[in-house]
């Protein structure tokens, strides 16, 4: 049912069934719908695509899948807010950005019946998504040491790399992500006792589900490399903002090298992340 621009009549004009029902019953039956003032109704996705009848319904997946992509939503029109929520917990429902109508600034996770999404109909019937997106930054200090006591070694400052040590590797788990997470960029955080000449790298590493494991380095992700004495705050930021997915684990891998008289301390890094709530 679409929207009728109501008409305007002289006065004592008199109006036939047909009329009251086109400009006034159906209208309102449509400002109703469009309000969702009513349950949420269900929809099963069906090749990636929904048909909305109101303005709020919960997905389901196809056949109860796990998970299941959803990327056109049809039965909108120029101006319509549509509210979406997961039928079931355990059948996560992926938006995915920028195809089939949705344009969503990244793929969004439905994977509990608490988080909903509401999204907007423009003139050409794309929808987009109306959100509140907070940026925060997020603390990450728990390294993963290869060889402690012998390469990079737990104190309490941090992560310590002492003198005369070559090319040794220590890792940061990003272990705070949520799925539909964005990464925007990070800050490396320490100090560096320069004897002679010290260097110390750092880069942001996807590792991807697959047989065997796949690491990718993330673009903009490696900081200028630190080469000098003194503390630093060391930032780097994507070139493109990565979007959390299922499937994937981030993880800041450094790599240091000291001679006589150098050490390095790494107190963590300050990751900051864009999170819809």
């Known amino acids: 049912m679409a929207w009728t621009n109501p008409a305007t009549w002289a006065a004592n004009a008199v109006l036939t069934g047909a009329q009251l029902n086109t400009h006034l019953r159906d209208n309102l039956l449509y400002l109703k ?61 992926i938006l995915r950005n920028g195809t089939g109508n949705l344009i969503l600034g990244g793929d969004i996770y439905l994977d509990d019946v608490n988080k909903h999404v509401i999204l907007v109909c423009d003139d050409a019937s794309d929808l987009h998504l109306l959100h509140e997106a907070r940026e925060v930054t997020f603390m990450a200090n728990a390294f993963q040491y290869p060889a402690p006591g012998t390469d990079w070694t737990p104190q309490l400052e941090g992560a310590g790399l002492a003198a005369d040590l070559a090319a040794k590797n220590v890792w940061l788990p990003l272990n705070f992500l949520k799925i539909g997470d964005e990464i925007i960029s990070y800050k490396l955080v320490g100090d560096a006792t320069e004897g002679n000449a010290l260097t110390l790298d750092c880069k942001l590493v996807r590792v991807g589900l697959a047989d065997p494991l796949d690491t990718d380095d993330i673009g903009g992700g490696g900081i200028t ?39 390095i301390i790494v107190m963590g890094a300050e990751v900051l992340i864009r999170r819809l709530v």
């Open 225 to 263: 490399q630190i080469d000098a004495g003194g503390n630093f705050d060391s930032e780097a930021v994507l070139a493109a903002i990565e979007t959390v997915a299922t499937d994937k684990q981030y993880v800041l891998e450094l790599l240091g090298t000291t001679t006589g008289g150098d050490s």
């Open 33 to 93: 719908t469009i309000i969702g003032k009513g349950a949420a109704v269900e929809l099963t996705i069906n090749g990636g695509s929904v048909t909305v009848t109101q303005a709020y319904h919960k997905i389901d997946t196809a056949g109860d899948a796990a998970t299941d992509d959803l990327d056109t939503i049809a039965g909108v029109n120029e101006g319509d807010i549509i509210i979406l929520r997961a039928e079931d917990a355990t059948h996560t429902v």
